[in-house]
């Protein structure tokens, strides 16, 4: 079963950027639907951006425009690329790695946005 440590989070001002990375371990991700979800305190957790196995990716309407999913298959990590941040985007945002029904989560990182 893969292991997934995020990295990257912190406290940012509004309209800036920040880089998340997801690394794995125990298991290749190139075999895997790789996804970063988000939850804000009092809120259901929600799907930001999904990488499945090939070069398609999915967004949340909220996000589109802004923030960039990729994966580097090579270094096995995830990145999520946060630009144009806004207080609504503040959250623990989690690495989701899920292959065949089943899903792995990492611990998640704390992204604030605020001035």
């Known amino acids: 079963q893969v292991q997934l440590v995020e990295s990257g989070g912190g406290l940012v001002q509004p309209g800036g950027s920040l880089r998340l990375s997801c690394a794995a371990s125990?298991?290749?991700?190139?075999?895997?639907?790789m996804a970063w979800y988000r939850q804000a305190s009092g809120n259901e957790r929600e799907l930001v951006a999904r990488i499945p196995s090939g070069r398609s990716t999915n967004y949340a309407d909220s996000v589109k425009g802004r923030f960039t999913i990729s994966r580097d298959n090579a270094k096995n990590t995830v990145y999520l690329q946060m630009n144009n941040l806004k207080p609504e985007d503040t959250a623990v945002y989690y690495c989701y790695a899920e292959r065949h029904s089943l899903g792995s989560w990492g611990q998640g990182t704390q992204v604030t946005v605020s001035s």
């Open positions: 125990g298991s290749i991700i190139s075999i895997y639907a």
